[in-house]
């Protein structure tokens, strides 16, 4: 078997974040970046594929020379090789885009991707792939078999969960639940010192236009004064309540 995974390159939940430009761009100074958590756990999904059935995986972003840390990373964990497609990560479209080149030159018979990436949250990606491709697609999938040809994947659904089977190729938003946090992997040297001999390839993105863009950038309002009311002065408590939140 054949897998792509798909790997954003993220700020780490505990940056702090700004922007520039009158708030028009995202300030990456003194950010550090991830692999985008949904994404890892697709990544360690694959391994256990790699391991199990014998499957090759190689792992993909769409980036410049400052995200190749980022994919080192995912070759440490693991993966066979990785490629880098030298252009810039914009709206979501695009990105599809150079993903659907990238797999229908490869052949991939799996494309594992995060259900959406912690820094824009678009959650479009894996969708517009899959159908850029005319792939088949489970999103928010937390659970996935794959037999011969055929896939059986579990997905998250409005109070439950569902399991539907498919055939490959196959597109998969992944998210949490795909593999336990415990499973996660952690680079060690021998992995460090074995990504540095695999194979990171450089191609160039397809043209295409941006189809969407950010106009501007808030931040969350900054949380108010918070009042302590005694527990024993009741009569004090549904006064703010009424009158100063006005929630009752």
């Keep these: 078997m054949n897998i792509l995974v798909c790997i954003s390159h993220v700020p780490d939940t505990t940056s702090k974040i700004n922007f520039s430009e009158n708030d028009t761009k995202f300030d990456t100074n ?40 980022t994919l080192r990373k995912a070759l440490a964990i693991g993966a066979d090789e990785a490629i880098r497609v030298n252009t810039a990560a914009t709206d979501s479209f695009s990105v599809a885009k150079q993903l659907a080149k990238v797999a229908q030159d490869g052949g991939y018979d799996l494309i594992i991707a995060g259900r959406e990436s912690i820094d824009y949250n678009g959650g479009m990606v894996p969708g517009m792939l899959a159908g850029l491709i005319d792939a088949n697609f489970v999103n928010n999938c937390i659970g996935l078999e794959v037999e011969g040809d055929t896939a059986k994947a579990s997905r998250e659904i409005d109070g439950g969960k569902e399991t539907v089977a498919t055939k490959l190729p196959l597109v998969i938003g992944g998210q949490k639940g795909l593999v336990e946090e415990s499973d996660l992997r952690i680079p060690n040297m021998r992995g460090i010192m074995m990504a540095r001999k695999k194979p990171l390839n450089v191609v160039d993105g397809v043209e295409n236009s941006e189809e969407t863009s950010s106009v501007k950038f808030e931040k969350p309002a900054p949380k108010g004064a918070v009042k302590l009311v005694s527990e024993d002065n009741l009569d004090e408590l549904i006064s703010l309540l009424h009158n100063e939140a006005k929630v009752i």
């Design 30 to 69: 003194g950010v550090q970046f991830v692999i985008n958590p949904n994404d890892e756990f697709g990544l360690t999904r694959a391994m256990w594929f790699k391991e199990k059935q014998g499957a090759k995986v190689t792992v993909v972003n769409i980036g410049g020379a400052e995200t190749e840390p």
